[in-house]
């Protein structure tokens, strides 16, 4: 098949299109670089700047699918103007490719797009599913549902929505993990607040072939993107204080400190989700790494 990839060269897209190519897909990408932009037989990049509304309509020529990762980083600072360009980078990237799609003959059958947990309720003791309506109201839901939101028009083209709420990604190239591992690498690492928050978390492997099993599949609808095991801060701070065989005795770090250092954006450390991945298990998908212990193992042997 013939996959169109936006944020194809973020942490997820990398691995994504590594995994696509190795399964003889061909893969055309969007970048906002043109420097970035190759031209190989089976991997080919074509410009595009959302903000200005540009976009090469080669891209879309005989793609069967679009997997959609674009969206501005979470994990910085979340002034006023920062806020607003994490929201606009995934709705006026969305509009564009729907505009695309409508205003030009293709074959595209199926759009696969990345999405949050934070549009869930926090809670330490409740495990949701997809079914759930409730939200929470913080600004992070607001942007989950946007997003969902402006990925949903394409029911009106006739493809199919597919949508995956991802939990933390682990992977050692890059997000969360070799953030927290810095300062256990030299003996001041430490749990964040009470430690009991629950963290709903995937190994970038797993994450990237569910993509392809919802793509080769052609499933709909929404599907939690997270290993079947979830884990408390503590607990994850132990299990990659042992993989690195360093020692962990500092006190926790109290939440009003990161919310000094971090702002707003502290909310990401203390967010408490426990969420359930049996609806794409119930599809079929089998976890390589359902445990925190073996998905650390294998970032970190």
């Not at 190519?21 to 089976?42: A, C, F, G, W």
């Not at 002034?79 to 030009?104: A, D, F, G, P, W």
């Not at 682990?170 to 009991?196: C, F, Q, R, T, Y």
């Amino acid at each position: 098949m013939k996959i169109l990839v936006t944020g194809a060269t973020g942490l997820i897209g990398k691995e994504l299109v590594k995994l696509l190519l190795s399964r003889q897909h061909t893969v055309h990408y969007l970048t906002t670089s043109k420097s970035k932009i190759e031209n190989k037989p089976n991997y080919q990049g074509f410009y595009w700047n959302p903000q200005l509304g540009k976009i090469d309509d080669n891209c879309i020529y005989e793609v069967d699918i679009i997997i959609h990762l674009a969206g501005a980083n979470i994990a910085k600072c979340w002034t006023n103007s920062y806020k607003q360009e994490i929201i606009e980078s995934r709705i006026l990237s969305s509009e564009l490719l729907y505009n695309l799609v409508k205003k030009h003959p293709n074959q595209v059958k199926q759009i696969i797009s990345a999405s949050g947990t934070a549009i869930y309720p926090e809670s330490h003791i409740k495990t949701y599913d997809e079914t759930i309506t409730e939200t929470d109201d913080g600004f992070l839901s607001h942007v989950v549902r946007k997003w969902e939101e402006s990925v949903d028009r394409f029911q009106v083209l006739g493809l199919k929505v597919c949508k995956l709420r991802t939990g933390m990604v682990l992977s050692n190239a890059g997000g969360a993990l070799p953030k927290m591992i810095k300062p256990l690498k030299i003996g001041l690492g430490a749990a964040i607040g009470n430690g009991k928050q629950i963290q709903s978390w995937i190994h970038i492997n797993d994450l990237v072939r569910i993509y392809c099993f919802v793509m080769e599949n052609q499933l709909e609808g929404v599907f939690n993107a997270v290993a079947p095991n979830v884990v408390s801060n503590q607990e994850l701070t132990k299990v990659i204080a042992r993989a690195l065989k360093k020692p962990l005795f500092l006190p926790n770090v109290p939440q009003f400190t990161m919310k000094l250092l971090l702002g707003e954006m502290s909310s990401l450390l203390f967010s408490s989700k426990n969420l359930s991945s049996q609806k794409i298990i119930n599809e079929g998908y089998r976890f390589k790494f359902p445990g925190i212990e073996e998905a650390i193992a294998d970032l970190y042997p």
